[in-house]
């Protein structure tokens, strides 16, 4: 192993928590914007405005993208678009609170498909973590419990959101992240945007949402997914997943700091336990 795939090893983690602190920060932000435009038109124009940014960016990463790329690129696109939806789809029918919840089972999903689709070994230490982080977000998210038909429409979306991080992992490797984010993000868009226009898509309503907008498609779409993607090839599908899970803790640390929510002791443990799931799984198993 060189010395630069070794310092790739090492800053892949670190890359990947600084995409939980987008995604945390723009689901706070994001909450009074999907107030003032639905929710399928606000991630069309995410999407779509993410796109072009990063073409207007490196114009010339056409030419990266074969047919190999192109099918794996849409393939990993379809898998995020769908968690997206059904995640919509079921917040519409649901609490807030349980939603994050359930979503955030992909925690436990990722290494399930991975270890029975592709076969991987998961370890015992990394299984501890996957049940540490989910009661970490037990503890962040609920406040009450009901199962219906919001719940199993989020858990669709659960296991959508986990088959995109094993595939990420399983293609991302050899392959330009650039192009394989435009690509998947592409994807996401057509999606998105077909059941937007079949609905009536209403574009962003003022300045404030515009600003929501150009926030969640550079910083949480375009750069998050890159990173995302390029790290995928350097580590595991579910240690990315256990240290994607501080996205709730990001979002409850955000909520708190200038949503004006309050911090309560069951924020706090659980914010503890996923904290500690993803301390063990990144710095004990780099040892």
């Not at 959101?161 to 293609?171: E, N, Q, T």
């Not at 392959?175 to 994807?187: C, G, K, S």
Request: hydrophobic residues 60%; positive net charge; charged residues 10%.
């Amino acid at each position: 192993m060189n010395a630069r795939h070794q310092l790739q090893l090492r800053l892949a983690p670190w890359a990947l928590l600084a995409v939980s602190a987008s995604w945390g920060l723009a689901f706070v932000v994001m909450k009074d914007a999907i107030v003032r435009q639905d929710v399928m038109s606000f991630l069309t124009t995410r999407f779509a405005l993410a796109v072009l940014v990063m073409l207007a960016i490196r114009p010339q990463v056409i030419r990266l993208i074969n047919k190999d790329l192109l099918l794996k690129g849409v393939a990993a696109g379809l898998f995020l678009g769908t968690g997206y939806i059904f995640q919509t789809l079921g917040l519409a029918r649901t609490g807030a609170a349980i939603t994050g919840f359930v979503t955030g089972l992909y925690v436990v999903l990722t290494p399930l498909i991975a270890a029975m689709i592709f076969k991987e070994k998961i370890s015992k230490l990394t299984w501890f973590c996957v049940f540490l982080a989910t009661i970490g977000l037990a503890l962040l998210s609920l406040r009450g419990w009901s199962v219906g038909v919001g719940e199993l429409l989020v858990f669709v979306s659960a296991i959508a959101f986990a088959a995109h991080i094993v595939s990420l992992s399983r293609w991302s490797s050899g392959r330009d992240a650039y192009a394989m984010t435009i690509v998947q993000l592409a994807a996401c868009g057509v999606l998105t945007g077909s059941i937007s226009l079949a609905q009536g898509y209403n574009r962003p309503p003022d300045v404030g949402v515009w600003a929501v907008v150009v926030f969640t498609a550079v910083f949480a779409t375009a750069i998050a997914f890159m990173v995302q993607t390029w790290s995928q090839a350097h580590i595991s599908s579910t240690k990315v997943a256990v240290i994607l899970t501080m996205e709730v803790v990001f979002s409850a640390f955000f909520a708190v700091l200038i949503g004006g929510e309050k911090l309560t002791l069951q924020i706090l443990l659980g914010g503890a336990l996923v904290l500690t799931a993803m301390y063990l799984i990144v710095i004990r198993e780099q040892k």
